[in-house]
């Protein structure tokens, strides 16, 4: 009698391979290395067996993190502390009054050096790795590929010095170096627990924690400087700017049109010219602008410009234009 031809026991259920074998691409497309393993020339018989107990290695990825990893690359606490030790420094070279002129002559000379090994490193690749296996705990990743932010660091204090009177530029300084790492450091902690800043024209991921640090540092800042002895034991032949009780000079008495105090780009903004009767900025109401000025100046996008470079220069014209609109209309 004819019936169905029974299946030798040798030859395997088509049925069971093709089960088998979907479970296991199932599984396979579950994994990273799937999709890798496709796009070699060894085919697709060949990836879908390799990875399969890469699936059961990756299950559970293991979440610790070093304690180099942590504090270099998480915090970045030596970058923060190179970063806060610039203001203490520019405080000893004030309080040692030495000359503006040879500090700006041995910053433009660092300029140089620093532009030139910055140079060298994205264009030899042996001289990048002994410069990153030296340097790179200081530098973020993003850093690696594209300009050094000690570049721009040294050409916002540069321009601070030059451009303002001493005072100023000394704040305009010490504002990016203390405000910067606070706002920084801050807003990691609290930022998720706080609305984030508009943007524009903040910059993104710029939260209102950070801002708020930055701002409250910005007026210790201020007040430390001029609040206390710190200004009158520094003071240069220039004067300073303001004093508290003391009388305003630009938008009174400062040279140039307006009284702005501008005489050119060789000297920048003097804030002393003829005597002046009108009162100065409370001190209360010029600590909150400069709070507010350096909290602004730190959030701010301004297009790719990084913020070592602007922010010294903006805040140094944010004090500026609230001293001179101060003794000029009020």
Same mark, same amino acid.
């Given at each position: 009698?004819?019936?169905?031809?029974?299946?030798?026991?040798?030859?395997?259920?088509?049925?069971?391979?093709?089960?088998?074998?979907?479970?296991?691409?199932?599984?396979?497309?579950?994994?990273?290395?799937?999709?890798?393993?496709?796009?070699?020339?060894?085919?697709?018989?060949?990836?879908?067996?390799?990875?399969?107990?890469?699936?059961?290695?990756?299950?559970?990825?293991?979440?610790?993190?070093?304690?180099?990893?942590?504090?270099?690359?998480?915090?970045?606490?030596?970058?923060?502390?190179?970063?806060?030790?610039?203001?203490?420094?520019?405080?000893?070279?004030?309080?040692?009054?030495?000359?503006?002129?040879?500090?700006?002559?041995?910053?433009?000379?660092?300029?140089?050096?620093?532009?030139?090994?910055?140079?060298?490193?994205?264009?030899?690749?042996?001289?990048?790795?002994?410069?990153? +296996?030296?340097? /790179? *705990?200081?530098? !973020?990743? $993003?850093?690696?590929?594209?300009?050094?932010?000690?570049?721009?660091? @040294?050409?916002?204090?540069?321009?601070?010095?030059?451009?303002?009177?001493?005072?100023?530029?000394?704040?305009?300084?010490?504002?990016?170096?203390?405000?910067?790492?606070?706002?920084?450091?801050?807003?990691?902690?609290?930022?998720?627990?706080?609305?984030?800043?508009?943007?524009?024209?903040?910059?993104?991921?710029?939260?209102?924690?950070?801002?708020?640090?930055?701002?409250?540092?910005?007026?210790?800042?201020?007040?430390?400087?001029?609040?206390?002895?710190?200004?009158?034991?520094?003071?240069?032949?220039?004067?300073?700017?303001?004093?508290?009780?003391?009388?305003?000079?630009?938008?009174?008495?400062?040279?140039?049109?307006?009284?702005?105090?501008?005489?050119? +780009?060789?000297? /920048? *903004?003097?804030? !002393?010219? $003829?005597?002046?009767?009108?009162?100065?900025?409370?001190?209360?109401? @010029?600590?909150?602008?400069?709070?507010?000025?350096?909290?602004?100046?730190?959030?701010?996008?301004?297009?790719?410009?990084?913020?070592?470079?602007?922010?010294?220069?903006?805040?140094?014209?944010?004090?500026?234009?609230?001293?001179?609109?101060?003794?000029?209309?009020?």
């Amino acid at each position: 009698m004819d019936g169905p031809r029974p299946v030798p026991p040798t030859q395997p259920q088509r049925s069971n391979s093709l089960e088998k074998g979907s479970a296991v691409l199932r599984a396979l497309a579950r994994s990273p290395s799937y999709h890798e393993a496709i796009m070699t020339s060894e085919g697709p018989a060949v990836a879908a067996a390799a990875p399969v107990q890469k699936v059961a290695s990756k299950a559970a990825p293991s979440t610790e993190i070093s304690t180099w990893d942590l504090v270099v690359n998480k915090w970045e606490v030596p970058r923060k502390i190179l970063h806060c030790s610039i203001g203490f420094v520019v405080l000893y070279l004030y309080f040692q009054h030495v000359d503006l002129d040879k500090i700006v002559r041995v910053l433009f000379y660092m300029f140089l050096f620093v532009s030139s090994a910055d140079l060298l490193r994205l264009n030899v690749p042996a001289f990048e790795r002994i410069y990153e +296996f030296v340097l /790179g *705990f200081l530098m !973020r990743e $993003g850093e690696k590929e594209r300009v050094n932010g000690v570049v721009f660091y @040294l050409l916002g204090v540069i321009v601070a010095l030059k451009l303002f009177p001493e005072d100023i530029g000394c704040i305009s300084i010490i504002i990016l170096s203390w405000c910067d790492p606070s706002a920084s450091t801050f807003g990691r902690i609290f930022g998720r627990s706080t609305p984030s800043l508009p943007s524009p024209p903040f910059a993104r991921r710029k939260s209102l924690a950070g801002f708020i640090a930055a701002s409250i540092m910005g007026v210790f800042v201020a007040y430390m400087f001029w609040g206390t002895s710190i200004g009158r034991i520094g003071e240069r032949p220039s004067r300073l700017s303001w004093t508290p009780g003391g009388f305003s000079h630009f938008g009174t008495s400062a040279p140039g049109f307006l009284h702005t105090g501008w005489t050119g +780009f060789s000297t /920048g *903004f003097v804030s !002393r010219g $003829g005597a002046s009767t009108k009162p100065a900025i409370p001190a209360w109401l @010029l600590y909150t602008l400069c709070g507010l000025i350096s909290g602004v100046t730190e959030a701010l996008d301004l297009g790719g410009i990084d913020d070592n470079m602007s922010i010294p220069i903006l805040a140094g014209f944010g004090i500026w234009a609230v001293l001179w609109v101060w003794g000029l209309f009020v």
